[in-house]
């Protein structure tokens, strides 16, 4: 019996897989909110609806980018899709510190770590399944 891994098996984390991920994640949260901007200036469109439509474009974007992240991976679509919610999670964390100074508070960051823990997990598994 050995234990070393055989040459067909693939490795247990795919770091290209994650970032790709994240790039198309993050790829289309700029455009989904670029398309956004243009809907919400030119319908009438109430402005009371805008974080639930951002939070919708959050969760597609981390749903595609797990999506992405495990099927290229082929394996561990949990992990994968979770990493890459995870990355988008501190990424928005950072941005939001960096760029409003008072912050965000508890509870919307926790509704944010939700819907990215949610979208990623989901795409991943969806990613491998299908």
Same mark, same amino acid.
């Given at each position: 019996?050995?234990?070393?891994?055989?040459?067909?098996?693939?490795?247990?984390?795919?770091?290209?897989?994650?970032?790709? &991920?994240?790039?198309?994640?993050?790829?289309?949260?700029?455009?989904?909110?670029?398309?956004?901007?243009?809907?919400?200036?030119?319908?009438?469109?109430?402005?009371?609806?805008?974080?639930?439509?951002?939070?919708?474009?959050?969760?597609a974007s981390v749903f595609l980018g797990?999506?992405?992240?495990?099927?290229?991976?082929?394996?561990?679509?949990?992990?994968?899709?979770?990493?890459?919610?995870?990355?988008?999670?501190?990424?928005?964390?950072?941005?939001?510190?960096?760029f409003l100074a008072t912050g965000l508070?508890?509870?919307? @960051?926790?509704?944010?770590?939700?819907v990215c823990a949610v979208g990623g997990? @989901?795409?991943?598994?969806? &990613?491998?399944?299908?």
């Open positions: 019996m050995s234990f070393k891994p055989s040459a067909t098996s693939r490795p247990s984390i795919n770091f290209t897989a994650i970032f790709r &991920g994240l790039a198309a994640a993050l790829g289309l949260s700029l455009a989904g909110s670029f398309l956004l901007g243009v809907v919400y200036h030119y319908t009438g469109l109430k402005e009371s609806t805008l974080p639930l439509s951002s939070s919708i474009l959050l969760f797990g999506f992405l992240s495990s099927r290229q991976s082929g394996s561990r679509g949990l992990f994968h899709g979770l990493s890459v919610g995870f990355l988008v999670f501190i990424l928005i964390w950072l941005f939001t510190g960096l508070g508890f509870i919307p @960051l926790l509704q944010k770590f939700l997990t @989901l795409g991943g598994i969806f &990613g491998v399944g299908l």
